[in-house]
């Protein structure tokens, strides 16, 4: 007869798998099973036309586990981080904290990102922010388009006539506040 417990010690516990909707909510305290698929989300992204799945179906992708298909998606990436899903969903579930978390589970987890040169634009985004305090577009996408295999010539149009009518300043300015945003950015190593 075994002696008590040793049955137990014999075996390896079993690895509790760690549900990605668990994961979600322990990042971001939003929790995607409240949704109830009403749409009224994706009725009012900016950027619904080019996500291969939308907010909506994202959220029940997360809620049945599809680890693999919702991390590899383009759709985290090209989230803007708008708050309009916020604003319009009835049961004021925060969408945009939940691709956010979906990003931090993706880069900690090796996933590649979902839409060519998204890690490229959001290094770049952060350093420029780290770097002046605030955002500098003609900087940043300069760059962008320096690093990235993304045509220089493409949005050179647009780029222009944001220029001609003053909406970006040639020179980058540094922000007041520099020295408290660099301090955010130790902190939050
Ligand atoms: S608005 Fe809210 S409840 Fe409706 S589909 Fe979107 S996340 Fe789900
Ligand atoms: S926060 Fe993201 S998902 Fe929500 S409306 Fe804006 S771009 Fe779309």
Redesign the pocket.
């Given at each position: 007869m075994l002696a008590k417990g040793s049955e137990l010690k014999s075996h390896k516990l079993p690895i509790v798998k760690e549900y990605l909707a668990s994961r979600v909510f322990a990042l971001s305290g939003q929790n995607v099973h409240?949704?109830?698929?009403?749409?009224?989300?994706?009725a009012g992204c900016p950027v619904i036309d080019a996500m291969s799945f939308g907010?909506?179906q994202l959220?029940r992708l997360v809620a049945m586990d599809q680890e693999q298909v919702v991390l590899t998606s383009r759709d985290i990436w090209l989230c803007a981080g708008c708050y309009t899903?916020w604003t319009?969903?009835?049961?004021e579930?925060n969408?945009s904290a939940v691709m956010d978390a979906l990003r931090q589970i993706a880069i900690r987890d090796g996933y590649p990102a979902g839409e060519r040169d998204a890690f490229l634009f959001h290094r770049l985004f952060l350093n420029v922010i780290k770097y002046l305090g605030r955002s500098h577009e003609a900087l940043m996408l300069g760059t962008f388009k320096l690093r990235s295999r993304v045509p220089f010539v493409n949005d050179l149009q647009a780029g222009l006539g944001l220029f001609l009518r003053r909406k970006i300043p040639i020179l980058p300015g540094t922000s007041g506040a520099v020295k408290d945003v660099r301090r955010i950015y130790q902190r939050s190593r």
């Open positions: 409240l949704c109830y698929q009403c749409q009224k989300c994706a907010p909506e959220l899903c319009r969903c009835p049961n579930i969408i």
